[in-house]
T-cell receptor, first 110, second 112 residues
């Protein structure tokens, strides 16, 4: 059974650019959540999608957005990148109480 | 407002001894708790969980204890091994399609 796949693994972008990250959930999982991890801040919830609809949203600015496709794959987009957006972005697919995480995308903004 | 708190950023334990990682929560609606282990540049890996209807769950060397009245849970690792060195995250869920909420993590170092 394939796990959660996140692409790309690493990204370097310049301030002001925009970026799109991708997440393919475990087959059969309809819920995908996104988290941002920065040093000392733990995992902060960005948003959750279920059956192509945003079900929950964390406390992040509107520059952070996401979507989910009919095959449950999800993308998140960050526009007008800032240095503080440098982080590990993690995606989790879930069913019920079981959450499985991908390996993450390490985004560096220079 | 942090709903899940791990007040110890780091913990150092000798190999073979017990590691105890603590977690407190404020939201009384949480009814399911999970512990994840995380290595640098990797995603968190599920370790063990506990439902609010239980006060203890055991899986091999890992035991989680839940004290609902104190809104406190702890993860015990016995015996600790060098491979257990990682960051451990406590997380909580409430029923009703709410997101999984994490603490800030505790870095465990097991010294040989």
């Amino acid at each position: 059974k394939a796990g959660v796949t996140q692409t790309p693994r690493y990204l370097i972008k310049t301030r002001g650019q925009q970026v799109t990250l991708s997440c393919s959930p475990i087959s059969g999982h309809r819920s995908v959540s996104w988290y941002q991890q920065t040093p000392g801040q733990g995992l902060q919830f960005l948003f959750e999608y279920f059956s192509e609809t945003q079900r929950n949203k964390g406390n992040f600015p509107g520059r952070f957005s996401g979507r989910q496709f009919s095959n449950s794959r999800s993308e998140m987009n960050v526009s007008t990148l800032e240095l503080g957006d440098s982080a590990l972005y993690l995606c989790a697919s879930s069913t019920g109480y079981g959450y499985t995480f991908g390996s993450g995308t390490r985004l560096t903004v220079v | 407002d942090q709903q899940v708190k791990q007040n110890s950023p780091s913990l150092s334990v000798q190999e073979g001894r017990i590691s105890i990682l603590n977690c407190d929560y404020t939201n009384s609606m949480f009814d399911y708790f999970l512990w994840y282990k995380k290595y640098p540049a990797e995603g968190p890996t599920f370790l063990i969980s506990i439902s609010s209807i239980k006060d203890k769950n055991e899986d091999g060397r890992f035991t989680v204890f839940l004290n609902k009245s104190a809104k406190h849970l702890s993860l015990h690792i016995v015996p600790s091994q060098p491979g257990d060195s990682a960051v451990y995250f406590c997380a909580a869920l409430s029923s009703g399609n709410t997101p999984l909420v994490f603490g800030k993590g505790t870095r465990l170092s097991v010294i040989a």
